[in-house]
Every structure is written in C-alpha cells, then in structure tokens.
C-alpha cells in the first residue's frame, strides 16, 4: 500500500499499470511485427545522404572511422560485423541492425555464426549515434513536409 492513500487506491494503481503495461508490450509487438528492414535501411541511407551534404567533414571522419574499424585484419570483416551486429542489437538499433545484416549476408554469413553472435555485446557508440542522427532528420523532413 502506498503510504497515505487508502488500500482500494493502492489495488486500483496497480490494476492500471498492469493494464499499461499489457498494451505497451502490445503495441510493441504490432510495432515488430510490422517493421521492415528494407523499408529502413532504404529511409535511412536517404537521410544518411542528407547528413553527408550537411556534414561533409563529419561525414568523411564517420567513413574514415568505420572504413578503418570494419578493414580486415587479426579479425576478418564478417567477425567485425558479427560484432557491430551484436552491438546494434544490444543498442536496439534498427538502422544498425539492417545495415549489419545486409553487410554479413555479403560476406557469407551462416545461421549458425548469426544467432552465436547474436549475444555479444562490446561497446559501439558511433554507428548507433548515427542512426538516431539519421531518425532525427527523418522526424524533421515528415513533421516540415508542406509547410
């Protein structure tokens, strides 16, 4: 019982934020279901391209940063983007996620390597800070279309 209030106030909260909390995780589901990784990735390499006219410097120090990050070495691209994969994931990055993926098909990427990956987690803080860069304009474009 919260301190001060009645008990049928206390009961009637909790009632009402489990019934929030159903139809969030409702919502999310419909939100998943209804996702498109072609859709995204297409959405937001337009506005990526937006960000390289507006930016071109921070533009050209991202691709020099991941150019550098993903070449191959001790480890191969495919691991590199096994681990920038998990990273988008950890980060719940969709753009990242898309992105990732459609680089491991490239690469050859197995089921089995992709779902192994699937829980590594390693710090990435410039590709996901992109995306939501990349969100951003998009919000900006939908909500000044027109005016």
């Keep these: 019982m919260v301190s001060g209030l009645p008990g049928w106030w206390a009961s009637d909260c909790q009632a009402v934020s489990r019934q929030v909390k159903w139809a969030i995780a409702y919502i999310g589901k419909l939100i998943m279901a209804s996702k498109s990784f072609v859709t995204i990735t297409t959405d937001l390499t337009k506005a ?11 533009m050209q120090g991202f691709s020099a940063l991941h150019n550098g990050a993903m070449k191959g070495g001790a480890l191969s691209e495919l691991d590199k983007e096994l681990l920038a994969l998990a990273i988008g994931v ?16 490239r690469l050859g990427v197995t089921r089995e390597q992709l779902m192994e990956t699937l829980g590594v987690c390693i710090y990435m803080g410039g590709g996901p800070t992109l995306m939501y860069a990349a969100e951003a304009v998009r919000a900006y474009e939908e909500f000044t279309a027109g005016k």
């Design 48 to 58: 990526i391209g937006t960000l390289r006219k507006a930016l071109p410097d921070t």
């Design 90 to 105: 950890a980060q719940h990055c969709d753009g990242c996620i898309g992105f990732h993926v459609k680089a491991l098909i």
